[in-house]
């Protein structure tokens, strides 16, 4: 399985845009990119997949370069609730079983 | 639809005890996975049942044990207690079928002391 590598921290403002950036040098062929949301005392959330080129849903954006090595998690207009660790995995698409979560990016949004 | 839910919330043991952790899955999904996730770090996986078997392990101990039951529900036990087994407990259960995604409980907070 691909190793990702993230920022440790991240800090931003209410109302601005921001963007977590996941290197995935070794990411095979098959892979997928899933970013999933953790608050405090509570299990992860998904978030968004993507395989390649840009997803985009309700919550945020996933932007795919073309040589997959990395991608970036885009949230637009955080506020205080997004306050949260956003982690990057990567794994076949429909693989729900042996998720490997790294240390994730610590978001704080600060008013 | 409640999602997945675990129980205990919280627990404190003591060394050397043995617990059992409890996980009802979404309605609709088949497959169970349980995670320990230890305080600053990413969850990590334990393993995963499906069909009443053990499917996948990961880099843990035998003391830690699993069952699914027909109702898909799972226990996740521990024996012989150790300090460093105080984590939080996720469970996380999902569909075989393809382009699924895991839904994870709110975890069990165990203390061992």
């Known amino acids: 399985l691909a190793k990702t590598t993230q920022p440790i921290s991240m800090d931003s403002y209410e109302g601005q845009e921001v963007n977590i950036t996941c290197s995935h040098n070794?990411?095979?062929?098959?892979?997928?990119i899933t970013w999933y949301q953790q608050f405090p005392s509570q299990g992860p959330r998904f978030i968004i997949q993507?395989?390649?080129t840009k997803v985009t849903n309700e919550v945020a954006s996933l932007f795919i370069p073309a040589d997959r090595k990395s991608s970036t998690l885009s949230l637009p207009r955080v506020s205080l609730s997004d306050t949260a660790v956003y982690y990057c995995l990567v794994g076949k698409a429909g693989n729900t079983g042996k998720l490997i979560f790294g240390q994730g990016t610590t978001l704080q949004v600060k008013p | 639809d409640a999602g997945v839910t675990q129980s205990p919330t919280h627990l404190i043991k003591t060394r050397g005890q043995q617990v059992t952790l409890r996980c009802s899955p979404k309605s609709g999904h088949d497959t169970v996975s349980w995670y320990q996730q230890a305080l600053g770090q990413g969850p990590q996986f334990i393993f995963q049942y499906y069909e009443e078997e053990e499917r996948q392990r990961g880099n843990f101990p035998d003391r830690f044990s699993g069952h699914q039951f027909p109702n898909y529900s799972s226990e996740l036990n521990v024996n012989a207690l150790l300090l460093g087994d105080s984590a939080l407990y996720l469970c996380?259960?999902?569909?075989?079928?393809?382009?699924?995604?895991?839904?994870f409980g709110q975890g069990t907070r165990l203390t061992v002391v």
């Open positions: 996380a259960s999902s569909w075989t079928g393809l382009n699924t995604e895991a839904f």
């Open positions: 070794n990411i095979a062929t098959n892979d997928y």
């Open positions: 993507g395989y390649k």
